[in-house]
DNA sequence: TTGTATGCGTTATCAT
DNA sequence: ATGATAACGCATACAA
């Protein structure tokens, strides 16, 4: 009877090797599936591996390998991204399809706080990831440097702020807002506003530039109100502003469904009918959209198709290619339905 | 001039070391911040570590160390919980911080498919992480049964339905229907209906236990309806049988917040004023609860708690100590707004 | 076809 | 206080 293992301690190749009766090398070309091992001493092997209860450490792979063939999904804001954002989910979704297809592990780190901030950090650049994807956010926070600094294959959801020089995959904010306020206009709002949040990005800033430039002349700068977030509570705020401002409004653009959610319910306590008085669209296409009373026309945003696409960038950068710098641009397109 | 790193690899020990004139096991010592090192060998190693720009690779580390410093959380049907569960975020963000505390990085890994599945089992016992947390699911799938092959320190939030030997942190569901469906009572119902969903688990099963406990004889077992998921479309469907069986209804305790908010909007339909003809309460205290009208009497369930204590099992156990199996249990409270 | 030797980047155990 | 040297578990070039 052979030295058996401490219990506490997992099988190794050592392991198999001495139960099989053959070296180390034999054992790892059985595991790998390659080419040159005799039956007999697969057989062997592969029972060995059964009888011995052996499990190959990845990590320990990957350090002779230099892949883990993993990537890593770097979720900024959680709070507000968690709990406010109904496309979250869709994007990891889709994100986890690209990657699961090329075979690698999609794992997401969760920065909730200056702490996770350094130690995300440490764990990308750790080399536990071969690339990582990064929802929104600025670049030039820790992480975003780390990652810059080390050379990691990486990729943007959406367009971080304060950076040009980085791939990622986005829609075309201005030309989505454009198209829906127009839609918006012809069907013969005359006195539209804008709830607008996220203006300190690119995103929101070019829903605004779209929505000015369907209104043309028409254009009311006060009848445009800031929210800080793309939340349900802004909406009711936000309502209730554009109601004060011009209690004739007859037409709203909304920069999320949940504010567009917002609006209605404000609307509807102050005795509006939707889409009788007011006409109210929204951006995003989420969950609220149906839930909300009327439902709601919206920009539907292919959430699921962004995250595979960014995904896909990373995978490019791993297998060598050059993906360029800059947007990679998906398709909108109106849904329209009752609320205008 | 010494010979330089090909540009396209990572800085290590050894660079450092010569670069400093010390040897590695100094190195490693500043690292690590141990004791008996010179001022001037730590002064030299800090200098050639910025030069040569050294990241510590960790997983290179953990192989020695045999502890990575990570987490695992497994996250099943993201579907319906991503899309639908407006508690994973808070769950998530509890997890994460008790983690964070104990300076462990939470990975979260989503199965969406065999193929995730098997994947994922493979990281997890491939010595990326040190311990798991799994939210809900069933225990005998290929993951449960790896993670307990592999005797990884582990604990689940809610309590898995097909085992009973593992920890978990859940909630006393029986308790907090026959509390709530009370209340409801002592309001002066009489004809009272239950849309009771997720039944194939025990939380579903303990929460119509408690219901039916709390109206004693006047239980009337035609009045519970049995939906498939805890669903705001759900909750339209059953809304309606309820209404089709009794339209005398005046009470109806819905399993969750997104299924109470689907009665009210078919409530609201059918010309039932709320709380005036019927009172309605939900379960979940998420964000549905304040976004419906009128504004949702419910269970307010601690989501950030479960995941916290869930994380602090597998902390326990990742120290040493016994946890025990079966569950560990959180408090409830009753939020009573006015839908009831 | 198989075994041996070496190295991945780090920590840990010895000496010194 | 510091420097060799040996692991950690695995893959791989080379020898046989």
Same mark, same amino acid.
């Given at each position: 009877?052979?030295?058996?293992?401490?219990?506490?301690?997992?099988?190794?190749?050592?392991?198999? =090797?001495?139960? =099989?009766?053959?070296? +180390?090398?034999?054992?790892?070309?059985?595991?790998?599936?390659?080419?040159?091992?005799?039956?007999?001493?697969? =057989?062997?092997?592969?029972?060995?591996?059964?009888?011995?209860?052996?499990?190959?450490?990845?990590?320990?792979?990957?350090?002779?390998?230099?892949?883990?063939?993993?990537?890593?999904?770097?979720?900024?804001?959680?709070?507000?991204?968690?709990?406010?954002?109904?496309?979250?989910?869709?994007?990891?979704?889709?994100?986890? $399809?690209?990657? $699961?297809?090329?075979?690698?592990?999609?794992?997401?780190?969760?920065?909730? $706080?200056?702490?996770?901030?350094? +130690?995300?950090?440490?764990?990308?650049? #750790?080399?536990?990831?071969?690339?990582?994807?990064?929802?929104?956010?600025?670049?030039?926070?820790?992480?975003?440097?780390?990652?810059?600094?080390?050379?990691?294959?990486?990729?943007?959801?959406?367009?971080?702020?304060?950076?040009?020089?980085?791939?990622?995959?986005?829609?075309?904010?201005?030309?989505?807002?454009?198209?829906?306020?127009?839609?918006?206009?012809?069907?013969?709002?005359?006195?539209?506003?804008?709830?607008?949040?996220?203006?300190?990005?690119?995103? #929101?800033?070019?829903?605004?530039?779209?929505?000015?430039?369907?209104?043309?002349? $028409?254009?009311?700068?006060?009848?445009?109100?800031?929210?800080?977030?793309?939340?349900?509570?802004?909406?009711?705020?936000?309502?209730?502003?554009?109601?004060?401002?011009?209690?004739?409004?007859?037409?709203?653009?909304?920069? &999320?469904? =949940?504010?567009?959610?917002?609006?209605?319910?404000?609307?509807?306590?102050? #005795?509006?009918?939707?889409?009788?008085?007011?006409?109210?669209?929204?951006?995003?296409?989420?969950?609220?959209?149906?839930?909300?009373?009327?439902?709601?026309?919206?920009?539907?945003?292919?959430?699921?198709?962004?995250?595979?696409?960014?995904?896909?960038?990373?995978?490019?950068?791993?297998?060598?290619?050059?993906?360029?710098?800059?947007?990679?641009?998906?398709?909108? &397109?109106?849904?329209?339905?009752?609320?205008?």
């Amino acid at each position: 009877m052979p030295a058996a293992r401490p219990s506490n301690s997992r099988a190794t190749i050592n392991d198999v =090797a001495a139960r =099989a009766g053959v070296s +180390r090398g034999t054992v790892s070309r059985v595991l790998n599936a390659e080419a040159y091992v005799s039956d007999s001493a697969r =057989a062997a092997v592969e029972a060995a591996i059964l009888e011995v209860g052996y499990v190959r450490n990845e990590a320990a792979r990957g350090l002779v390998t230099r892949r883990s063939q993993a990537v890593g999904l770097i979720v900024h804001e959680p709070h507000s991204l968690f709990l406010e954002d109904p496309n979250i989910g869709s994007i990891l979704l889709g994100i986890n $399809s690209a990657l $699961s297809e090329a075979d690698y592990q999609l794992v997401s780190l969760v920065v909730d $706080s200056d702490r996770d901030s350094d +130690r995300v950090a440490g764990y990308i650049t #750790g080399g536990f990831v071969d690339g990582v994807v990064i929802i929104s956010a600025r670049a030039h926070d820790p992480i975003g440097r780390a990652v810059a600094a080390a050379g990691i294959p990486a990729a943007y959801v959406g367009h971080p702020i304060d950076v040009e020089g980085v791939p990622y995959a986005g829609i075309d904010n201005y030309s989505a807002a454009l198209a829906i306020t127009r839609r918006l206009v012809a069907t013969g709002r005359r006195r539209i506003g804008m709830i607008a949040a996220g203006l300190d990005r690119d995103s #929101g800033q070019d829903r605004l530039a779209g929505f000015t430039e369907a209104l043309g002349p $028409s254009f009311r700068k006060e009848l445009v109100v800031e929210v800080p977030l793309y939340s349900h509570g802004c909406g009711l705020d936000g309502m209730r502003l554009l109601l004060d401002t011009d209690p004739e409004i007859d037409g709203v653009f909304a920069s &999320s469904d =949940a504010i567009a959610a917002g609006a209605l319910d404000v609307l509807r306590e102050a #005795g509006r009918s939707v889409p009788g008085d007011v006409g109210v669209v929204g951006f995003d296409d989420s969950a609220w959209a149906l839930r909300t009373q009327p439902p709601l026309s919206t920009v539907h945003q292919p959430a699921g198709e962004l995250g595979r696409r960014a995904a896909e960038l990373v995978l490019a950068q791993l297998r060598g290619e050059d993906v360029g710098l800059g947007g990679s641009f998906l398709d909108t &397109s109106i849904v329209w339905r009752t609320s205008a």
